[in-house]
């Protein structure tokens, strides 16, 4: 089986953490976008969104793409509030790797520790990035020994800050050790061990080898990373600081030779018989897609995004989908970059696309005769009655909440069995905010609300 040349990553962890700025900084130092985007003047790629920017906080994830070398990347940049983790666990189940970033400064959070669970339970890779690096209270050792003392003995460093702090000027690696390496904040040559050990217990015939004084080859090892990281057995650690675009090229040099293609992580799936079937994830197999986000544009109205797991789709195609008696004809696929999207003439197993103008295609939904497993979603607990302000905005309210439930999971709407007014049950107060912020600004209905 042709194995895929893109590789899906979504950015998570908690806020913070620099993931946006991190993505940003890539699309740029890529060259996928032009300028120099930046949350801190609004003009970031993946913050587009107006709460977003009014908050300075990721509220709905974003798919960007770029390419370095020979792969080409679709990254998904996650929110890191818990307020907004619906976010992530879509996109979670969208890619085949979760990138947790952990700030430098901070340590491991809540958002850390959720979002490496959710990616284990999907089983899904997983990389640490320890970002801010240059942090005055930066301290990569006592950081590294955290996440060991959390995640286990799986938790390995592959790279190694070269000074911290203020004097953070570069990384190096542990698998291919630099000639010299004065600066380094921890003892390469004994990370370097450390990592062939734990690499070596994965293949019996290697630890021999080694316990007789053979090393392995450096490509060897790189094979036994990208597999283990596949399974969950192991769980890199690398360092960057994306504001001054320290170790940026490093991190996706061992993107590019690490992170699971999809064909490495194994899909099941639901027959029409009702069996349990592995997805072929192959170009040339019958289509198999998710869907795992929507939002509701201004400007190209309902945008559905897909993860393609197997075969190939196009314009005008007709398709099986979960929950519809009728196949569905496809409307154009899009290529997406934050809120920019470009038509293309079809995708294939691999790719992540968003089609627009798709009423049958909901968060969820199954494209293909296979039926995938559903997205767990957190259950909404945190309730509040709304109406219009505005008495004669009633059956616009309906529709402007109706949008509002497509685009998130984690919303549900119900009815006040003894005053029928309408209720809106969310993750918090917060999130509760800002989808009404979002529906002033969206649909211009200001709403009145009782606990």
Not at 16 to 37: Q, Y
Not at 205 to 224: D, H, N, S
Not at 279 to 304: G, H, I, Y
Request: aromatic share 4%.
């Amino acid at each position: 089986m042709a194995r895929s040349s893109w590789r899906n990553l979504a950015i998570c962890g908690h806020a913070a953490a620099g993931k946006t700025t991190l993505v940003d900084r890539l699309l740029a130092e890529t060259g996928a976008v032009s300028g120099s985007p930046d949350v801190t003047d609004q003009t970031s790629v993946c913050d587009f969104d107006e709460e977003e920017k009014a908050h300075g906080h990721t509220i709905e994830s974003s798919l960007v793409h770029l390419s370095h070398r020979d792969k080409k990347f679709n990254l998904i940049d996650t929110p890191g509030y818990s307020d907004f983790v619906g976010g992530m666990i879509g996109a979670i189940a969208a890619v085949d790797c979760a990138v947790v970033c952990i700030n430098a400064h901070n340590g491991i959070q809540l958002n850390s520790r959720r979002a490496m669970s959710e990616a284990e339970r999907a089983g899904i890779g997983r990389m640490i990035v320890i970002t801010k690096v240059d942090d005055a209270q930066s301290d990569f050792a006592a950081l590294l020994e955290q996440c060991r003392e959390i995640w286990g003995s799986a938790v390995v460093p592959i790279q190694v800050p070269l000074g911290q702090g203020d004097a953070f000027a570069g990384v190096a690696s542990t698998i291919e050790l630099p000639g010299e390496a004065p600066d380094a904040v921890t003892n390469l040559a004994h990370a370097h061990e450390q990592l062939v050990e734990k690499l070596v217990e994965t293949d019996e015939t290697l630890m021999e080898q080694y316990f007789e004084g053979v090393m392995p080859e450096t490509e060897t090892l790189r094979r036994l990373l990208r597999e283990g990281i596949s399974s969950g057995a192991i769980v890199p650690v690398l360092c960057t600081s994306a504001t001054t675009n320290i170790g940026l090229n490093e991190l996706l040099d061992q993107w590019v030779d690490l992170a699971p293609a999809p064909q490495d992580i194994e899909r099941t799936a639901i027959a029409a018989d009702g069996t349990e079937v592995t997805v072929e994830q192959s170009a040339d197999a019958d289509p198999v897609a998710r869907v795992f986000k929507v939002r509701v544009d201004p400007f190209v109205q309902k945008l559905s995004y897909m993860r393609i797991l197997s075969g190939t789709l196009a314009k005008d195609q007709s398709v099986h989908v979960s929950g519809v008696r009728k196949d569905v004809k496809l409307n154009p696929l899009l290529r997406v970059q934050g809120e920019q999207t470009e038509a293309i003439e079809s995708a294939s197993a691999g790719e992540i696309v968003a089609i627009a103008k798709m009423e049958d295609l909901h968060v969820g939904s199954s494209v293909g005769e296979l039926t995938l497993p559903p997205i767990e979603f957190p259950e909404p607990m945190v309730g509040l009655s709304i109406s219009p302000t505005n008495r004669g905005d009633e059956n616009k309210l309906s529709t402007a909440m109706h949008k509002l439930t497509e685009e998130d999971p984690t919303l549900k709407l119900s009815r006040d069995p003894q005053t029928s007014e309408m209720v809106m049950t969310g993750t918090s107060e917060l999130h509760l905010q800002i989808l009404r912020e979002r529906l002033l600004r969206r649909d211009k209905i200001e709403v009145d609300t009782h606990e």
